[in-house]
């Protein structure tokens, strides 16, 4: 694979994503894993929109993205992969993807989850996977955009 990036962001393809990370990351795939989006055609259709020009969009279940990454599917390509959560990260972590960081930049708040910071609230699962992630020796940070602090997420965690 040319390079693959990480990052769970809520939104999926959005103004940061598609403006600024893609292209600091010099990537011309974005795959974008997430269950539900895969069969909803509203999704899809926003996600299409929503992608920079010139950049490939694939949009995968997490079966499939399992299977494509680690069958070398997008090997030439510089690949930018989103999920919507924790939890789709850590089962494309543990299905063999090879990803040795991730970076989490906008998880809302729900029922259950308490803010970490601004941008970031966390289940108390969440916090369980990404606690697990980090001892497995995976590099996560939770920043919103490039120019913010690429601190730990472990910084966050109380």
Do not use: C, F
């Given at each position: 694979m040319g390079?693959?990036?990480?990052?769970?962001?809520?939104?999926?393809?959005?103004?940061?994503?598609?403006?600024?990370?893609?292209?600091?990351?010099?990537?011309?795939?974005?795959?974008?894993?997430?269950?539900?989006?895969?069969?909803?055609?509203?999704?899809?259709?926003?996600?299409?929109?929503?992608?920079?020009?010139?950049?490939?969009?694939s949009i995968l279940s997490v079966e499939k993205g399992i299977l494509n990454i680690n069958n070398g599917k997008y090997a030439d390509d510089n690949c930018f992969l989103i999920t919507r959560n924790i939890q789709d990260m850590k089962t494309l972590i543990d299905g063999g993807i090879p990803l040795t960081a991730f970076n989490v930049g906008n998880i809302a708040p729900r029922e259950g989850s308490h803010a970490?910071?601004?941008?970031?609230?966390?289940?108390?699962?969440?916090?369980?996977?990404?606690?697990?992630?980090l001892a497995d020796g995976i590099k996560i940070t939770a920043q919103m955009v490039p120019t913010e602090s690429d601190a730990s997420i472990e910084t966050y965690l109380k």
């Open positions: 390079t693959l990036n990480a990052r769970v962001d809520e939104r999926l393809i959005h103004g940061q994503v598609a403006t600024i990370w893609t292209h600091l990351l010099d990537a011309d795939r974005i795959i974008v894993v997430n269950n539900e989006a895969v069969h909803d055609k509203l999704q899809i259709g926003a996600l299409k929109l929503a992608k920079p020009t010139g950049v490939k969009l970490i910071k601004k941008s970031v609230a966390l289940t108390e699962d969440d916090v369980q996977a990404l606690r697990t992630l």
